[in-house]
């Protein structure tokens, strides 16, 4: 009896155990699924596993992803895990055009559980360039979904104006092949565009024998709903990675209107903004730039290229007819900080390889809205009123207007009856005494009006103010006297009448103004000078200033070889900023890195009107600036530098014929030389 009693209870402990193993296990554990990525003959699938604890989590080596066809098992892997930390497998040796099962698996509390189960179906067409995907039509172009494939334009496709889809957003990986066919006549989205063709950073994408027409980007409207948009921005891809290639690309009829300065574009090239890969054979016909530019942000603008980085190469570029316009604004923006730009008409700036580049396209650099058909009216100072006819209202109280050259112009000096002017300069010429009831009325015969104003008061309690920073405060008659360093105002014991000296202390930047009564003062080794009046108030500014390079092909280069600039350069910009510019300006390039040779100039015009104290231009046929160790050799024809209608002489000498084949060692560069020239 007591042998049976010990026979049921193990019986019942052996049921009661077996039942429990059999029990599923509860576990929060789960897949999520990135990126199933299907060619041809591979499938790659990435994913996370989530829900992981401390006593509840997948045993080592445990997970698996399996393949099946019809049922049966074609392989197994175990998952790595790559740079974002989502596991990772790959399949390959598949079928084309076959469907497959593909099962993860994984030991849990040491029971084998099923994560996920999914039906995946390998690629039929566009597995290689002899057997690519036609696009025909719109609807076909939408219709792209695999950006591993090999794709081919059957026909040009006209988008009749609507704006082209992104099927390429994250980059195209495989090809497409225009085979001398259009995309044409579209518009493009403004927030975020990653470019026709996409995100091309990573894989051997290329885009090859395709023309690109009758096409207008203008990103104003992310300026006026104060949208940012993409630093960088391209017409082909947004950026272009070390293996990835861009090949016989014509962009024909295009017009683009750029703003660089707040929720702006700071990197843009038609066809990359940013590039460390190869391009080659593009050719741009009627391309027409407008940038407007106000130095809020460093910018790199070309017409093909915005950053080319030491990895990138470009060759072989005709940038046959077009004009690069660059606007001018003055921004107001504290502390005024000028920004380093590059801006031309290849490439806007970069260390890597440019070669066999031709650009005919002529460089404006000009004050936006202005128009050479006006007269100037620029005034300096404060509280004043500009009458003239053509000014909407007839009146205006900006500093810097335009009018009509026939228009009689008057300005209005509005200050209390507690002050009296105490000085009106007309093209520096002192102009108080004809001062009449507040008013001086300007001779009409004058083609441009720079008028310089200041006040003093009446009250004789008035001491000097300052505003600013890092200065000190002298007297120029007392030797050795130094009673000031700082703000506020001025011992009471000096008279009006004292000649002061300031001199500026830079610890950061550049000493860039020093206004008295909103007038600037002429410097010198950063120091100004001037008689003590009564309300007198003098404002320091400081700022990062940092050099703007413009160039006939490039802003800034690392090497360039067989290159030839044949358009023409106009520089423009009649107007006093609050602040100081450094302009290198040069045929070919603004500076160049390492070296630059077989480089030639011949345009018809190169012209510089400036009459800024405050901005500075250099101007060279060839290379605005040389930076270190950089050398330059080259040939310059025909042509002249004029500031400010005067001859310039920039140290080359001149031929008169027209740029000899033998400058260059590249067919392709002497095939492109203007004859007619």
Same mark, same amino acid.
């Given at each position: 009896?007591? #042998?049976?009693?010990?026979?049921?209870?193990?019986?019942?402990?052996?049921?009661?155990?077996?039942?429990?193993?059999?029990?599923?296990?509860?576990?929060?554990?789960?897949?999520?699924?990135?990126?199933?990525?299907?060619? *041809?003959?591979?499938?790659?699938?990435?994913?996370?596993?989530?829900?992981?604890?401390?006593?509840?989590?997948?045993?080592?080596?445990?997970?698996?992803?399996?393949?099946?066809?019809?049922?049966?098992?074609?392989?197994?892997?175990?998952?790595?895990?790559?740079?974002?930390?989502?596991? *990772?497998?790959?399949?390959?040796?598949?079928?084309?055009? @076959?469907?497959?099962?593909?099962?993860?698996?994984?030991?849990?509390?040491?029971?084998?559980?099923?994560?996920?189960?999914?039906?995946?179906?390998?690629?039929?067409?566009?597995?290689?360039?002899?057997?690519?995907?036609?696009?025909?039509?719109?609807?076909?172009?939408?219709?792209?979904?695999?950006?591993?494939?090999?794709?081919?334009?059957?026909?040009?496709?006209?988008?009749?104006?609507?704006?082209?889809?992104?099927?390429?957003?994250?980059?195209?990986?495989?090809?497409?092949?225009?085979?001398?066919?259009?995309?044409?006549?579209?518009?493009?989205?403004? =927030?975020?565009?990653?470019?026709?063709?996409?995100?091309?950073?990573?894989?051997?994408?290329?885009?090859?024998?395709?023309?690109?027409?009758?096409? @207008?980007?203008?990103?104003?409207?992310?300026?006026?709903?104060?949208?940012?948009?993409?630093?960088?921005?391209?017409?082909?891809?947004?950026?272009?990675?070390?293996?990835?290639?861009?090949?016989?690309?014509?962009?024909?009829?295009?017009?683009?209107?750029?703003?660089?300065? @707040?929720?702006?574009?700071?990197?843009?090239?038609?066809?990359?903004?940013?590039?460390?890969?190869?391009?080659?054979?593009?050719?741009?016909?009627?391309?027409?730039?407008?940038?407007?530019?106000?130095?809020?942000? =460093?910018?790199?603008?070309?017409? +093909?290229?915005?950053?080319?980085?030491? @990895?990138?190469?470009?060759?072989?570029?005709?940038?046959?007819?077009?004009?690069?316009?660059?606007?001018?604004?003055?921004?107001?923006?504290?502390?005024?900080?000028?920004?380093?730009?590059?801006?031309?008409?290849?490439?806007?700036?970069?260390?890597?390889?440019?070669?066999?580049?031709?650009?005919?396209?002529?460089?404006?650099?000009?004050?936006?809205?202005?128009?050479?058909?006006?007269?100037?009216?620029?005034?300096?100072?404060?509280?004043?009123?500009?009458?003239?006819?053509?000014?909407?209202?007839?009146?205006?109280?900006?500093?810097?207007?335009? +009018?009509?050259?026939?228009?009689?112009?008057?300005?209005?000096?509005?200050?209390?009856?507690?002050?009296?002017?105490?000085?009106?300069?007309?093209?520096?010429?002192?102009?108080?005494?004809?001062?009449?009831?507040?008013?001086?009325?300007?001779?009409?015969?004058?083609?441009?009006?720079?008028?310089?104003?200041?006040?003093?008061?009446?009250?004789?309690?008035? #001491?000097?103010?300052?505003?600013?920073?890092?200065?000190?405060?002298?007297?120029?008659?007392?030797?050795?006297?130094?009673?000031?360093?700082?703000? !506020?105002?001025?011992?009471?014991? *000096?008279?009006?009448?004292?000649?002061?000296?300031?001199?500026?202390?830079?610890?950061?930047?550049?000493?860039?103004?020093?206004?008295?009564?909103?007038?600037?003062?002429?410097?010198?080794?950063? +120091?100004?000078?001037?008689?003590?009046?009564?309300?007198?108030?003098?404002?320091?500014?400081?700022?990062?200033?940092?050099?703007?390079?413009? !160039?006939?092909?490039?802003?800034?280069?690392?090497?360039?070889?067989?290159?030839?600039?044949?358009?023409?350069?106009?520089?423009?910009?009649?107007?006093?900023?609050?602040?100081?510019?450094?302009?290198?300006?040069?045929?070919?390039?603004?500076?160049?890195?390492?070296?630059?040779?077989?480089?030639?100039?011949?345009?018809?015009?190169?012209?510089?009107?400036?009459?800024?104290?405050?901005?500075?231009?250099?101007?060279?046929?060839?290379?605005?600036?040389?930076?270190?160790?950089?050398?330059?050799?080259?040939?310059?024809?025909?042509?002249?530098?004029?500031?400010?209608?005067?001859?310039?002489?920039?140290?080359?000498?001149?031929?008169?014929?027209?740029?000899?084949?033998?400058?260059?060692?590249?067919?392709?560069?002497?095939?492109?030389?203007?004859?007619?020239?």
């Amino acid at each position: 009896m007591k #042998q049976r009693i010990i026979l049921i209870a193990f019986t019942l402990l052996l049921v009661f155990g077996l039942a429990s193993c059999k029990k599923d296990v509860e576990h929060n554990v789960t897949l999520e699924e990135v990126e199933t990525r299907v060619k *041809w003959e591979q499938i790659e699938f990435e994913f996370k596993i989530n829900g992981e604890t401390d006593e509840i989590k997948i045993a080592d080596n445990s997970l698996e992803v399996s393949i099946f066809k019809n049922g049966n098992r074609v392989a197994t892997r175990q998952p790595s895990k790559n740079a974002s930390s989502n596991y *990772w497998v790959q399949f390959t040796s598949l079928q084309v055009n @076959t469907n497959y099962e593909l099962v993860v698996t994984a030991s849990i509390s040491q029971k084998k559980v099923e994560l996920i189960k999914k039906d995946v179906k390998t690629l039929l067409e566009g597995g290689s360039e002899s057997d690519p995907i036609l696009i025909s039509s719109v609807q076909d172009f939408k219709n792209i979904s695999n950006v591993d494939a090999y794709y081919k334009l059957a026909t040009s496709i006209d988008f009749n104006g609507e704006q082209i889809p992104e099927p390429f957003k994250n980059g195209l990986r495989g090809q497409f092949d225009g085979d001398g066919h259009a995309l044409m006549n579209f518009t493009l989205p403004y =927030e975020n565009y990653n470019g026709i063709f996409g995100y091309m950073s990573q894989g051997t994408g290329v885009v090859k024998n395709l023309t690109i027409k009758d096409v @207008t980007y203008d990103n104003y409207v992310n300026i006026e709903n104060r949208k940012s948009v993409s630093l960088y921005v391209g017409l082909i891809a947004k950026e272009l990675g070390a293996n990835t290639k861009v090949q016989n690309v014509t962009f024909s009829n295009i017009n683009v209107r750029l703003y660089t300065e @707040t929720y702006g574009i700071r990197y843009f090239g038609l066809v990359t903004g940013s590039n460390k890969g190869t391009i080659e054979d593009i050719t741009l016909d009627n391309v027409n730039f407008n940038v407007d530019f106000n130095n809020v942000y =460093e910018s790199q603008i070309g017409g +093909v290229v915005g950053k080319n980085y030491s @990895t990138g190469k470009i060759q072989r570029v005709n940038y046959a007819s077009g004009n690069f316009n660059v606007l001018v604004t003055e921004h107001v923006s504290n502390p005024q900080n000028i920004y380093q730009t590059y801006i031309g008409t290849i490439v806007g700036e970069g260390s890597g390889k440019v070669s066999e580049v031709v650009s005919s396209a002529n460089v404006i650099i000009k004050l936006k809205d202005y128009d050479s058909t006006k007269k100037v009216v620029q005034v300096e100072g404060e509280r004043f009123v500009i009458n003239a006819q053509s000014i909407p209202g007839g009146v205006s109280s900006s500093k810097f207007v335009l +009018v009509d050259k026939t228009d009689e112009v008057s300005i209005n000096f509005n200050y209390s009856s507690s002050e009296a002017i105490d000085k009106v300069l007309l093209n520096g010429i002192d102009k108080t005494a004809d001062v009449v009831d507040k008013t001086l009325v300007i001779d009409p015969t004058l083609e441009k009006i720079y008028v310089q104003v200041s006040y003093k008061t009446l009250n004789i309690e008035q #001491q000097l103010t300052l505003s600013g920073s890092y200065f000190k405060v002298l007297s120029a008659t007392l030797e050795g006297v130094e009673v000031y360093n700082g703000e !506020g105002e001025l011992p009471e014991n *000096w008279a009006y009448g004292t000649v002061l000296r300031v001199k500026g202390l830079p610890t950061f930047g550049k000493l860039v103004s020093m206004k008295l009564n909103g007038v600037n003062l002429p410097i010198t080794d950063d +120091v100004v000078e001037f008689p003590l009046l009564r309300n007198s108030h003098l404002s320091v500014k400081y700022a990062q200033v940092k050099p703007i390079y413009i !160039g006939g092909i490039g802003g800034a280069v690392g090497t360039i070889e067989n290159a030839l600039y044949q358009g023409s350069i106009n520089f423009e910009i009649p107007s006093e900023f609050n602040y100081f510019e450094e302009y290198f300006v040069g045929g070919i390039a603004g500076t160049v890195y390492g070296s630059a040779s077989n480089i030639a100039a011949m345009t018809p015009e190169f012209n510089i009107t400036n009459d800024s104290q405050f901005r500075k231009v250099t101007p060279n046929r060839l290379i605005g600036i040389l930076r270190g160790a950089a050398k330059a050799e080259g040939v310059v024809a025909k042509y002249t530098i004029k500031i400010n209608g005067v001859l310039f002489d920039d140290g080359h000498e001149t031929l008169t014929t027209r740029v000899p084949d033998y400058a260059f060692t590249s067919l392709f560069v002497r095939g492109l030389i203007d004859t007619s020239l």
